[in-house]
């Protein structure tokens, strides 16, 4: 009996010992395939569903602790660390980003006991106020959901709910260094197109007259312009970005071609005439 208490202790603490090692390997593989599959399904990014999957599989929304969040909180900071000008990474994880926070939003629910939180979680605000029902038009999202595994909402404690604020700030800020990206690759190319006509001011005739000769430098400027768009908008096609996201994008980096068309001609005296703008 005096030697049972020991080796049932020491039984037990190997039983823990084990779970842990094998908690940890999940973890790591889950971390690994969320880092390293690219594959889609039905438009839904198999990683994110999957990762998303696992940690309500694992009740690791309910969990007072855990490192699982860190964990993927790391691996997806040091990836954008490395690719900040990698527009397709940030296209991929934009939309990894976006997928693992709609479907948090729509299967994880604040605490009950906290009211005034729970108010505040439902009504998000700043650049992405996701509402759930934006995506509920994506059935792709819920198609392969079983009914058993994610249709009750689950209550999510603290680690899960600043997994939530790391999530939404890592979709502004992929999507701010993707419309950075485009800008400076515009940037240059904005400056050609105002400086083109630039000496060739003169009666609208001689301006027509001289369109044909300089059409084809003047047109490969804005040609290269339209190719840096079409090339965005495959790239977020290809990763399968939400429309609101892609006209969110595409609205700002217009924004900023108009501005700075517009603040160009201003102080150029000699480009705001008829003939130029015309031209």
């Given amino acids: 009996g005096a030697l049972h208490d020991p080796q049932a202790r020491e039984a037990e603490q190997r039983k823990h010992k084990l779970l842990a090692e094998k908690q940890i390997a999940q973890q790591n593989k889950l971390v690994e395939l969320l880092t390293k599959n690219k594959d889609f399904h039905n438009g839904t990014p198999v990683a994110a569903y999957t990762t998303f999957k696992c940690l309500l599989q694992w009740n690791a929304f ?4 855990t490192t699982i969040f860190d964990k993927i909180i790391q691996a997806i900071g040091g990836i954008l660390e490395e690719n900040q000008e990698n527009n397709e990474v940030l296209a991929q994880w934009l939309t990894n980003s976006v997928t693992l926070l709609a479907l948090f939003r729509k299967h994880v629910k604040p605490p009950s006991e906290s009211g005034i939180h729970a108010r505040r979680t439902k009504a998000p605000s700043g650049l992405f106020a996701f509402r759930s029902s934006m995506f509920s038009r994506s059935p ?5 959901v079983s009914p058993g595994t994610m249709h009750k909402q689950v209550e999510a404690k603290y680690p899960a709910l600043l997994f939530k604020q790391q999530l939404d700030a890592f979709v502004q800020k992929i999507f701010s260094l993707l419309r950075d990206n485009v800008k400076k690759d515009i940037a240059p190319t904005l400056n050609h197109c105002i ?6 001011a003169g009666s609208s005739a001689s301006t027509q007259g001289s369109a044909r000769g300089s059409g084809p430098v003047l047109s490969t400027h804005w040609t290269t312009i339209i190719h840096i768009m079409q090339t965005l908008l495959q790239l977020m096609e290809g ?3 939400p429309k609101f996201l892609v006209r969110k994008l595409f609205k700002q980096v217009f924004a900023f071609i108009n501005v700075q068309l517009f603040n160009q001609l201003l102080l150029r005296r000699e480009c705001c005439s008829f003939s130029n703008g015309e031209y």
Wanted: net charge positive; aromatic share 0%; no cysteine.
């Fill in 62 to 65: 309910q969990a007072e602790r």
């Fill in 239 to 241: 990763t399968h970005m």
């Fill in 140 to 144: 792709q999202v819920d198609a392969s």
């Fill in 195 to 200: 400086h083109a006509p630039r000496g060739r």
